[in-house]
């Protein structure tokens, strides 16, 4: 189980019993519009059930939207073999809204992040998903082991949302742990690190891209100590990869930089006609537990300083960028690693490593490892089976939980944890859980051939 971070407290006080109105009553409730949350809701509306979307920020997509990842499936080649459905939507129905443009080191589309925004309004609105923004979660409502919906804050102050199903897609297994289900929280020390995504604006693009055909840099190239030393295997050290490492190097032996700020390097994502160079993730800070407002407090601040030093490096030492200004800083931080669930199956390294099966497969996800040092890319055509007892936590009912916070172990973590995975996740969740309702069956019980048919329909591989 999971504990809270340790802090000083002044004493305490008793809140005083009060009475909540029920505002709102759903089939399914997905709590978190992010890549998992936005395809549950998606998936289980297109599967017969009223569904309501409860999202924090005022807008939907997550680490889409809010924080601005905009590199949905930057490890798409030509061999890589997908769940496709919803996740491969959002990539469509962007660029068909002039949302996207082609990623700069794979064959997917990559997200604009404000035009995204767009997007997931048109698909909520489409699916007939009775959207609420602006409301945090504040609480489970539970009927014995079972979660039955969930209190939320905002500015109208407390209110309740009754629910049959409900699908916990805050990332940080929110619900779940409330609930009461068993968590693992990775230790601070042991978490990846958070970041601060921005975008430039008045970059020269014919300069800039002339930069990087003279130096073009590889996967290889990621080493060199620290936070970019690798793990590969082998087929990806050749390969193109939009990396920055030399201007930030420079700056550091010029005395620009501060020695100890040699974690300022990593990717940029797309050059803009407009002169535009956007998804910029290059600031990683370790340390910071993103169920932790004090954490997040330190790491919005320092990374929004240290995104500004970033810029500077670029101006001096990269061609095209002389004029580059700062455009926009994601809303929130990118967080990669806090709390998952204990799960009636946890995922493991062998799984993602060696091409699991599974009987109760919601979807496959490519051989995609991302994260504490290793990278393999999915260009031979291996893929794994993502099972729906992965999303299903122990010690409650009522409740899936997709996306990062799904079951499995550190190294597994590093493959589910990406929005595409999430997506499949996701939308595998919601059509569970809709069907569970058509059935009148316990989560625990739902008829898997039944979800498997009906994910077929929805255009989603899971074989």
Request: with cysteine; glycine share 12%; net charge negative.
């Given at each position: 189980?999971?504990?809270?971070?340790?802090?000083?407290?002044?004493?305490?006080?008793?809140?005083?019993?009060?009475?909540?109105?029920?505002?709102?009553?759903?089939?399914?409730?997905?709590?978190?519009?992010?890549?998992?949350?936005?395809?549950?809701?998606?998936?289980?509306?297109?599967?017969?059930?009223?569904?309501?979307?409860?999202?924090?920020?005022?807008?939907?997509?997550?680490?889409?939207?809010?924080?601005?990842?905009?590199?949905?499936?930057?490890?798409?080649?030509?061999?890589?073999?997908?769940?496709?459905?919803?996740?491969?939507?959002?990539?469509?129905?962007?660029?068909?809204?002039?949302?996207?443009?082609?990623?700069?080191?794979?064959?997917?589309?990559?997200?604009?992040?404000?035009?995204?925004?767009?997007?997931?309004?048109?698909?909520?609105?489409?699916?007939?998903?009775?959207?609420?923004?602006?409301?945090?979660?504040a609480a489970p409502i539970m009927d014995g082991d079972a979660v039955v919906g969930i209190i939320t804050e905002s500015k109208a102050g407390r209110e309740a949302i009754r629910a049959r199903r409900v699908i916990d897609a805050t990332g940080d297994a929110d619900v779940a742990f409330r609930a009461g289900a068993p968590t693992h929280h990775t230790p601070r020390e042991q978490m990846m690190a958070a970041s601060v995504m921005f975008h430039?604006?008045?970059?020269?693009?014919?300069?800039?891209?002339?930069?990087?055909?003279?130096?073009?840099?590889?996967?290889?190239?990621?080493?060199?100590?620290?936070?970019?030393?690798?793990?590969?295997?082998?087929?990806?050290?050749?390969?193109?990869?939009?990396?920055?490492?030399?201007?930030?190097?420079?700056?550091?032996?010029?005395?620009?930089?501060?020695?100890?700020?040699?974690?300022?390097?990593?990717?940029?994502?797309?050059?803009?006609?407009?002169?535009?160079?956007?998804?910029?993730?290059?600031?990683?800070?370790?340390?910071?537990?993103?169920?932790?407002?004090?954490?997040?407090?330190?790491?919005?601040?320092?990374?929004?300083?240290?995104?500004?030093?970033?810029?500077?490096?670029?101006?001096?030492?990269?061609?095209?960028?002389?004029?580059?200004?700062?455009?926009?800083?994601?809303?929130?931080?990118?967080?990669?690693?806090?709390?998952?669930?204990?799960?009636?199956?946890?995922?493991?390294?062998?799984?993602?490593?060696?091409?699991?099966?599974?009987?109760?497969?919601?979807?496959?996800?490519?051989?995609?490892?991302?994260?504490?040092?290793?990278?393999?890319?999915?260009?031979?055509?291996?893929?794994?089976?993502?099972?729906?007892?992965?999303?299903?936590?122990?010690?409650?009912?009522?409740?899936?939980?997709?996306?990062?916070?799904?079951?499995?172990?550190?190294?597994?973590?590093?493959?589910?944890?990406?929005?595409?995975?999430?997506?499949?996740?996701?939308?595998?969740?919601?059509?569970?859980?809709?069907?569970?309702?058509?059935?009148?069956?316990?989560?625990?019980?739902?008829?898997?051939?039944?979800?498997?048919?009906?994910?077929?329909?929805?255009?989603?591989?899971?074989?």
């Open positions: 189980m999971s504990t809270p971070s340790i802090r000083r407290t002044f004493g305490s006080i008793t809140e005083p019993a009060r009475q909540i109105d029920v505002i709102h009553e759903a089939d399914v409730l997905v709590v978190g519009s992010g890549p998992a949350g936005l395809a549950a809701a998606l998936g289980a509306a297109r599967a017969g059930a009223e569904v309501t979307l409860v999202e924090r920020f005022g807008c939907y997509g997550g680490n889409i939207t809010t924080v601005g990842v905009e590199g949905l499936a930057w490890y798409r080649h030509e061999q890589t073999v997908e769940a496709d459905g919803i996740g491969r939507e959002f990539e469509t129905r962007a660029f068909e809204m002039g949302a996207a443009v082609q990623e700069s080191q794979s064959q997917s589309y990559e997200l604009d992040s404000e035009g995204f925004k767009l997007v997931a309004d048109r698909l909520v609105e489409e699916a007939g998903i009775n959207g609420m923004l602006h409301r945090s979660f430039l604006a008045g970059v020269d693009k014919q300069a800039f891209m002339a930069g990087i055909a003279a130096d073009p840099q590889t996967y290889q190239d990621w080493g060199g100590g620290g936070e970019w030393n690798i793990e590969t295997s082998g087929k990806e050290d050749g390969m193109f990869s939009p990396f920055l490492k030399k201007p930030f190097q420079q700056a550091i032996d010029d005395g620009l930089l501060p020695p100890h700020l040699s974690t300022i390097a990593g990717t940029w994502g797309a050059m803009h006609d407009t002169g535009e160079l956007t998804y910029m993730n290059l600031v990683h800070l370790d340390g910071i537990d993103g169920t932790d407002p004090d954490d997040l407090t330190r790491g919005e601040v320092e990374g929004r300083r240290q995104a500004l030093l970033a810029i500077e490096a670029l101006r001096r030492y990269t061609p095209g960028c002389e004029g580059a200004r700062l455009r926009n800083f994601g809303m929130t931080l990118g967080v990669r690693d806090t709390r998952k669930i204990d799960a009636v199956y946890n995922m493991t390294e062998t799984d993602v490593r060696e091409q699991a099966r599974f009987h109760d497969s919601i979807g496959i996800y490519p051989e995609f490892i991302d994260g504490y040092g290793i990278l393999i890319l999915p260009t031979t055509g291996r893929y794994m089976q993502l099972p729906y007892r992965n999303v299903l936590p122990k010690g409650v009912r009522n409740l899936l939980v997709p996306g990062r916070s799904s079951g499995g172990d550190r190294i597994s973590h590093a493959a589910t944890r990406n929005m595409a995975c999430c997506a499949v996740l996701g939308q595998g969740a919601g059509v569970a859980a809709a069907l569970s309702l058509h059935s009148a069956r316990e989560l625990a019980d739902v008829d898997i051939g039944a979800v498997q048919r009906e994910l077929t329909r929805q255009g989603v591989r899971h074989q």
